[in-house]
């Protein structure tokens, strides 16, 4: 009888065993199974915008960092922007495109772009912000956005001017200018003004 009672106990005991390791092998491929989506979930993340860091108001005018201006760049065709740009053009023209957008709460902007017989040859937009306290800081993030690009800012006549190189034009400049004191109307918006074109002289 002890003897069938020792066996009983050492079947009882293995048999607790092999529970025991399955429930661990379980857990060890539950764990692996979790750690594996939540690594699929973290790569699959939108990775943060270059531009986030200068604000939402900068990060949707310029909409990349690539090219002069909006991943664009001085040459290329009308026909390329037009294709490229987020909207249907306001007003169009054979040498000229002209948008419109909305900034959620934060204001709108427009851009004009002009165009010669190589290609885009200037680009200007006017970016109105509701609240016009905001202007200098709006004016500020484009500011240290050029200076990061294009090294410290020239100032002339109030305006802050960089020049940068173009295959096709030569010496570009890029004019920023906060335009909110022009605005002299009650609760009119600040205005940030930034115009691109060849330097001509």
């Known amino acids: 009888m002890p003897v069938l009672q020792h066996v009983i106990s050492l079947y009882l ?4 065993i092999k529970t025991m390791l399955s429930f661990f092998k379980q857990a060890h491929k539950t764990a692996i199974l979790l750690l594996f989506m939540v690594f699929t979930v973290y790569s699959c993340k939108q990775p943060k915008s270059k531009l986030a860091e200068y604000g939402p108001v900068l990060e949707n005018v310029m909409l990349s960092d690539d090219g002069a201006f909006r991943s664009f760049s001085f040459g290329d065709s009308l026909g390329f922007i037009k294709a490229k740009e987020t909207a249907v053009p306001v007003e169009m023209d054979k040498d000229y495109l002209y948008y419109e957008y909305k900034l959620n709460s934060e204001g709108s902007y427009n851009i ?24 200098d800081e709006v004016f500020n993030k484009f500011k240290n956005y050029f200076d990061l690009h294009y090294g410290p800012t020239q100032t002339q006549m109030g305006f802050n001017i960089w020049s940068v190189k173009s295959e096709k034009y030569g010496d570009i400049k890029i004019n920023l200018s906060n335009e909110s004191t022009d605005f002299t109307v009650d609760k009119a918006p600040g205005k940030v003004s930034i115009w691109i074109y060849p330097d001509k002289n």
């Open 112 to 135: 004009a772009y002009n165009f010669d017989e190589r290609g885009l040859n200037e680009i200007h937009s006017d970016i109105f912000i509701n609240d016009a306290a905001k202007a």
């Open 13 to 16: 005991c293995t048999h607790k």
